[in-house]
């Protein structure tokens, strides 16, 4: 009874490790849809020519300490009138929000 109750949660765990795996975000992908989609507008990286003068580079964005993930997804996730809606999947959300953050400068060095 107890190797069938072990068992059933070792199921589950794998089962939610999966799904995570799955829904994880794919940075690469987050830029090829940025290079797609935003670069008219947007730098969407440190090297790439300014997209317009009127709306943030993608590096600035990830360098504003209110931006995380979670807030460039509801960001996304909802209609900006200044902004195309792109109709953008959730998972696609995901990546864009993971690339945007990616871009973020790394920590200083103590030396």
């Known amino acids: 009874m107890r190797i069938r109750a072990v068992l059933s949660v070792s199921y589950v765990v794998c089962g939610l490790l999966m799904a995570g795996a799955a829904a994880a975000q794919d940075i690469g992908n987050g830029e090829s849809i940025s290079r797609q989609w935003c670069a008219n507008c947007h730098q969407v990286d440190r090297s790439s020519p300014r997209g317009s003068d009127a709306v943030p580079s ?11 993930e979670m807030s460039l ?7 900006h009138g200044r902004m195309p809606d792109y109709s953008l999947t959730r998972q696609e959300i995901r990546d864009v929000s993971a690339y945007i953050v990616s871009l973020r400068d790394p920590p200083a060095t103590g030396r």
């Open 58 to 68: 993608f590096p600035a964005i990830a360098r504003m300490p209110s931006t995380t």
């Open 73 to 79: 997804a509801a960001f996304l996730s909802s209609s």
